[in-house]
């Protein structure tokens, strides 16, 4: 989703030399700013809260836990949703 954004001149002309030494779109360097801006923003709340004890931070796990996946096999033709599942659960 986009929104149009009105800048002075000035601005724009700074934001599009920022863009072109990164080798980006000006579109795509205002995106990342919000995205810095944002997480920077969510981190300052999150430690704000963690002072007051509101917070507590979890340990990580030293290794993902594996992802328990099996197929499920269908048979031929385009069976129903709760056909599958009714087999499923027999």
Known sequence: M????S????????LRARAKAQGVS?????????EQEGSSREERFLAHLRAKG???????PSEPAPKQFR???LPQGCPKVSDIVIQDRR
């Open 2 to 5: 986009s929104k149009a954004v």
């Open 7 to 14: 800048v002075p001149d000035k601005t724009y002309a700074k």
């Open 26 to 34: 000006v579109g795509k360097l205002v995106t990342k700013l919000v």
């Open 54 to 60: 509101l917070v507590v931070d979890w340990p990580k």
């Open 71 to 73: 197929p499920i096999r």
